[in-house]
């Protein structure tokens, strides 16, 4: 069987009752926008389930401070997440917020923690995957490093695009060799809201389930640090991002962080506000 034979019987695939379901995803509500209530391990899942569909368009956003805040302040951004199949909670306000909001045991469910994870689950099922985004030396370090530790694992497409935006032949062109290779996982690393925007355009288009993965690929391929287990935990991962790159980050994390308590706040005053009524 050819390797396009092979990703088309994938994605023919008789699905489990899991995947048989509606795509019906608990959620709870986070400065006012959904996010998915899932562990972990049931968003791999479902995405792995997503990607088994022949149905093109399923997209998942990975969702932090600044998504959700650009979310809040754009009406047409907020569509994008709304359309989207899976919105996870990569920061832990998010995480904290969600558990406090009834469901105690949220899971962190991070894009750099998503990219191993998939790929390994990809591995086993057969599942092709392809790779969008960073550069080129990005993508190469990252197919060392997946050859060595997920042998199996199906690599049918890696392309760096240009950092401009793609002109519609450019753009089609771009479209057509992704589903030409057959892929069920779409792995998009493009940068927020870029990719977001670009998997929301194309969704009608695409074959493959997109995933927006951020920077997870150059600290996958090792060429950026990834914060200490204690900064993640507490909440402070955003901090050493800064220490890295200040002067590209310090307006964002500084504005985006105070807007996203003032939403916060604001939605605590209203439900207090709603209890006196």
């Known amino acids: 069987m050819t390797l396009m034979e092979h990703a088309a019987a994938y994605r023919d695939r008789e699905r489990s009752d899991l995947h048989a379901e509606p795509r019906v995803v608990p959620s709870l509500p986070v400065i006012g926008i959904d996010v998915s209530a899932l562990s972990f391990d049931e968003h791999v899942e479902r995405i792995v389930g997503l990607a088994r569909s022949s149905s093109p368009g399923g997209f998942v956003c990975v969702a932090n401070v600044h998504m959700l805040v650009e979310a809040r302040r754009r009406p047409e951004f907020r ?3 709304e359309a989207a ?17 009834g469901n105690p045991a949220q899971e962190r469910v991070a894009g750099m923690d998503l990219l191993p994870a998939i790929c390994d689950r990809a591995a086993v099922e057969g599942a092709p995957v392809f ?8 993508l190469d370090r990252m197919r060392q490093r997946l050859q060595r530790e997920v042998p199996q694992l199906k690599i049918v497409g890696m392309l760096a695009p240009p950092f401009r935006p793609l002109s519609s032949v450019e753009n089609r062109a771009l479209v057509d060799a992704i589903n030409r290779s057959g892929a069920g996982i779409l792995l998009v690393a493009l940068g927020c ?27 996958y391929a090792g060429l950026q640090r990834r914060a200490p287990g204690a900064m993640q935990r507490s909440g402070l991962e955003w901090l050493f991002r800064l ?16 807007r996203f308590l003032a939403y916060v706040l604001r939605g605590r005053e209203k439900s207090l506000l709603e209890v006196f009524d």
Not at 85 to 101: C, E, H, I, K, S
Not at 197 to 215: C, F, H, K, S
Not at 243 to 258: A, F, H
């Open 193 to 219: 809201p870029k990719q977001e925007e670009w998997m929301y355009r194309n969704r009608d288009q695409i074959q493959p389930v997109m995933v927006g993965l951020g920077a997870a690929f150059g600290v």
């Open 79 to 81: 569509e994008i997440l």
């Open 85 to 101: 199949d899976l919105v996870t909670p990569d920061g832990m306000p998010l995480v904290w917020l969600m558990r406090r909001g």
């Open 243 to 258: 220490s890295q790159e200040p002067g590209r980050l310090w307006k964002r994390y500084l504005v985006t962080n105070l």
């Open 131 to 138: 790779f969008l985004g960073a550069t080129q030396e990005v």
